[in-house]
């Protein structure tokens, strides 16, 4: 493993949704406070920011052009940068209390995107598919789908390298939920824990040691290893299709949010991280909020897209 560098130059308040854009040799991701998306090409020193009328949750790319997106309440649709924000679908959650979070596009083009419900007091987060593609028997009218539901922070969605596992993390109760499922009927079935990590420590501090995190955003490598953000943790750990902790890595910031695999041999771990922390805690660890790589062994999965 290299050493970790930072990707851009400016501090994110909240950074997530990380892809690589194949095609563009271009990372993506968005600041979710800070209502803004953003790309680059890495090495170049320069970030395009793209200022958002809501907070985005996640984004991915469409195959046909441009992306499609989850802001606070509904999902939209773009077609250049910059460009008009088109409504493919709004929700029924109160936006006053919900907002769309972690999300991605599966392998066979839809895009799914799950809820955090922000008073944090019920599990009242839910996941969502969308299935905006020309055969989807409605005309290529998005199909809307509730496939899970339960916590309150929607986290960690990722599938297999076969297509036939989905995972779903539940931030609050520090644990990744898994599927069985078939991709061509999109039905998700015997549901069981993944992995459950430790919950934080009564009394725990930042900066103190004992807590390992909780999980955050994820993706998979070609050999079907899990590799989530330790929110707090100040790691990423890697899962084994098993549900096993096979390995880790430190981070420079306390709290990574999300990784994702790009670069041309798609061996370099991207991870996004949060920037609205303590003062001594950016002080200790000056590259929180930032968007930093590192080179790994094993190739990550290309990004899906969005199929319309």
Avoid at 59 to 74: I, Q, Y
Avoid at 81 to 99: E, I
Avoid at 187 to 212: C, I, L, N, T
Wanted: glycine share 12%; charged share 20%; with cysteine.
């Amino acid at each position: 493993m290299t050493p970790w560098q930072s990707v851009a130059p400016q501090r994110d308040q909240l950074g997530e949704s990380p892809f690589w854009h194949p095609g563009e040799q271009r990372l993506y991701w968005i600041d979710i406070p800070g209502r803004a998306m953003r790309r680059t090409q890495p090495g170049s020193g320069r970030v395009e920011s793209w200022p958002m009328p809501q907070e985005p949750g996640c984004l991915a790319p469409a195959l046909s052009g441009g992306w499609v997106m989850a802001l606070r309440d509904g999902v939209y649709r773009a077609r250049e940068w910059g460009g008009v924000l088109s409504l493919l679908q709004r929700f029924d959650h109160d936006p006053a209390t919900t907002r769309f979070n972690d999300g991605k596009a599966d392998p066979l083009g839809r895009f799914w995107a799950g809820t955090v419900f922000e008073p944090k007091t019920a599990p009242a987060g839910e996941l969502f598919s969308l299935d905006g593609r020309p055969d989807n028997g409605a005309g290529g009218a998005p199909v809307v789908e509730r496939k899970a539901g339960g916590l309150v922070t929607a986290n960690g969605l990722a599938w297999s390298p076969a297509g036939d596992t989905v995972y779903w993390a539940d931030t609050q109760e520090h644990r990744i939920r898994a599927w069985d499922w078939d991709a061509r009927r999109n039905v998700m079935s015997r549901e069981r824990v993944f992995h459950q990590f430790d919950p934080k420590p009564a009394g725990w501090q930042p900066g103190q040691p004992g807590y390992g995190g909780r999980p955050d955003g994820a993706a998979v490598d070609a050999e079907g290893g899990y590799w989530c953000a330790m929110f707090e943790g100040g790691r990423i750990v890697r899962l084994s299709p098993a549900g096993d902790l096979v390995g880790e890595i430190a981070t420079p910031m306390l709290c990574p949010t999300m990784p994702c695999f790009g670069g041309a041999d798609l061996r370099i771990l991207f991870v996004t991280s949060a920037g609205n922390r303590s003062a001594a805690e950016m002080a200790a660890r000056p590259l929180s909020g930032h968007v930093v790589c590192t080179r790994v062994e094993t190739p990550g999965l290309p990004v899906n897209f969005f199929i319309d």
